[in-house]
């Protein structure tokens, strides 16, 4: 009876095997036809493979160097097909560069940071057409999409298109050419080492230095309307002002393959309505309009010019609607907040994104940040004074140190109490404490010794990659070897 029973058992699971292999086979046979069924169930698989992707990097990492890490996944350097004739090579660099094949030319939109990864792309580029390059477009004047456009150009003479006014604190004279400078080197990592101190930028694996901002080649072309069709090399182009991370931002669509080029008011990462690096207000409404007026395009390719393709019409117009209701949502609250008389200090502590727009995968912040959003859209309206009359005319740093550290009850005390706070892990009061020590010049060796370990420690608990580059950049400059000095 037992052997019977084996035997039926053995029967039942090569039964089952031979049924699932068909099954399987089939579906596959199904899933690589094009087909309605076919189409159907590929969307089905991707979708659920994209939520499940989504849960593991955001959802379950907890770590934020791990979560960092997880991002550059974003930037592996690739020349992805988006549609037929249409690519866009990532990974190469801080930002992406597009092609677009024509009949017998071909169509660049940005041209990368630097001449290197200009000359990078465009040998990739070259491997899948040689015809020469006829048109480029610039979608803003960020320098890390405009200064690889005499490698791009070579001795073919194109077109060069940029919308009227294009210039912005990047490009062209404002004054502070070297404060911007030395920040946007500290924002960026300029000085860090790949891999153990610079994972990643937010939006791109690294700036690619060599020739970085050589080789912008002025616009040729310059159009004022607001929506300007144009066709090259048999390819019909609308060119949409798109004011948003930039004043001067436009949107690239083509209407007949349903590709819109976002250029940078929509990458994997929450948008940064305000750089540390530093810049002019960013009109978050501005921004937000923007992107409604790209989902009313109804695309089905959005290719930005940092980090992956996006593909699916709904896949699309759902990471649209997310990144235009999260600036909504900051900048409504924020207002709500300041007509009640919060300061910026108070509007960061109680501004925070809700749950399902907290959890989507397109606005974690590895780029920009909330409280540097609310910041922003509180000076970009009412400028520095938060409204407390007690801010009107402080005392200096110098005088406030002095009688805080009075209060504390001498230099000696507080720096007690700020090795205290270290090994408490309480690194922000760590910095605060030994910015009032520092300026009283108060053993500034120690002290200095202590920041910088605040600062490193600080770094690994961000997953915004351009504060956590900010820090190690910082330490990095108060001390170019980490300290040796053990806290007690």
Known sequence: MEKRLTTMWCSLAIWIFLVAHRVIGKLRMLISSTTPAGLLLKLVCCFSASIFLDGVTYAESSDPEARLRQHTQEFRREVIEVDDDVYVAVGYGASNS???????????????????SAEAVLKEFRKISNTPVSAIIYTHSHRDHISGAKVFAGNDNPAIYGRAGFTNELVGGVGVGPILGKRTQRQFGFSLK????????????????????????P???????????????????????APGETDDQIYVWL???KVL???????RAF????????????????????????????????????????????LVDRALGDYAEAIRYVHDKTVEGMNRGLTPD?????????????????????????????RSV????????????TNLLPLSEPEEARRIVALGGGPRKVYNRLKKAMVAEDYQWVMQLADYLITLRYQVDEVTDVKVKALRALAKQQINAPARNYYLSVAKELRPDPPKILID
């Open 271 to 314: 948008p940064n309505l305000y750089p540390i690096r530093g810049s002019r207000y960013r009109d978050v409404i501005k921004w937000a309009h923007s992107l409604e007026k790209m989902r009313r395009e109804k695309p089905e390719h959005l290719v930005p010019s940092h980090t992956r393709p996006l593909s699916g019409a709904s």
């Open 255 to 257: 209407p007949e393959k």
């Open 346 to 374: 108070q509007l960061v502590a109680s501004v925070t994104l809700p749950e399902n727009l907290a959890a989507s995968p397109y606005l974690q912040e590895f780029y920009g940040m909330v409280p540097w959003g609310v």
């Open 194 to 217: 790949p891999g153990s101190e610079l994972i990643n930028v937010g939006i791109g694996e690294k700036v690619w230095a060599d020739g970085l901002g050589t080789g912008y080649v």
């Open 261 to 267: 080029f976002c250029g940078d008011n929509f990458y």
């Open 219 to 241: 616009a040729t072309v310059n159009y004022t309307e607001e929506r300007y069709t144009v066709t090259i090399e048999g390819v019909r182009i609308e060119l949409v002002a």
């Open 378 to 389: 509180f000076s970009g309206y009412l400028g520095w004074f938060d409204g407390n009359p």
């Open 98 to 116: 597009a092609m677009v094949v024509g009949e017998s030319g071909l169509i660049i939109i940005d041209t990368k940071e630097s001449t290197a």
